[in-house]
Antibody
Framework: EVQLVESGGGLVQPGRSLRLSCTVSGFNFDDFGMHWVRQAPGKGLEWVSSISWNSDSVNYADSVKGRFTISRDNAKKSLFLTLNNLRAEDTAFYYC?????????????WGQGTRVTVSA | ETVLTQSPAILSLSPGERATLSCRASQSVSSYLAWYQQKPGQAPRLLIYDASNRATGIPARFSGSGSGTDFTLTISSLEPEDFAVYYCQQRDSWPNTFGQGTKLDIK
């Protein structure tokens, strides 16, 4: 069974940092590009960032470029997202997602998400 | 950036009825379009990819059609568990984008 489990979310002040983690099981992690997708409260879905299977290629949405960093550890079957200089508009559920295709992808398996709240 | 516009925003139907949801792209996305279902408090689930292919385990009452700029998700006979929010997503151009969603409500 494919499982993706996120952690690391929480309440953080504007301008501060947070590191999200995602641990996966049930598929060959190092065969696939991985992604983060977020959803602000009551809003739709927004692709945030993606990383190739070997970390050679990374991509970011314009809204987070220069502030967020995606990374992965294939040995530990883990995906990470470091969020720096957080803004109120970064408040959202952040989903770790397995991609089909890279960099353009469909998203076939999702974690349950971790909530990030940016507020003073 | 390719903008996906979904209609209607809210669709109110009864169990057993047929649902037709629309997704229109601001430029051609060929057939590189997917549909997702999201229930309250849950992560989205992939239903349809490449416009018309059902993902693993998706019931046959879900079908997708279209190409270019106009796409449709059809649910042939609504079950109680189908009432949810549906999103379309394109992977033809960068960045990949989602529609704003259609909420399927019980009438």
């Amino acid at each position: 069974e494919v499982q993706l489990v996120e952690s690391g979310g929480g309440l953080v002040q504007p301008g501060r940092s947070l590191r999200l983690s995602c641990t996966v099981s049930g598929f060959n992690f190092d065969d696939f590009g991985m992604h983060w997708v977020r959803q602000a409260p009551g809003k739709g879905l927004e692709w945030v960032s993606s990383i190739s299977w070997n970390s050679d290629s990374v991509n970011y949405a314009d809204s987070v470029k220069g502030r967020f960093t995606i990374s992965r550890d294939n040995a530990k079957k883990s995906l990470f997202l470091t969020l720096n200089n957080l803004r109120a508009e970064d408040t959202a559920f952040y989903y770790c997602v397995k991609g089909v295709g890279y960099p353009s992808a469909y998203f076939d398996f999702w974690g349950q998400g971790t909530r990030v709240t940016v507020s003073a | 950036e390719t903008v996906l516009t979904q209609s209607p925003a809210i669709l109110s139907l009864s169990p057993g009825e047929r649902a037709t949801l629309s997704c229109r792209a601001s430029q051609s996305v060929s057939s590189y379009l997917a549909w997702y279902q999201q229930k309250p408090g849950q992560a989205p689930r992939l239903l349809i990819y490449d416009a018309s292919n059902r993902a693993t385990g998706i019931p046959a009452r879900f079908s997708g059609s279209g190409s270019g700029t106009d796409f449709t998700l059809t649910i042939s006979s609504l079950e109680p568990e189908d009432f949810a929010v549906y999103y379309c997503q394109q992977r033809d151009s960068w960045p990949n984008t989602f529609g704003q969603g259609t909420k399927l409500d019980i009438k």
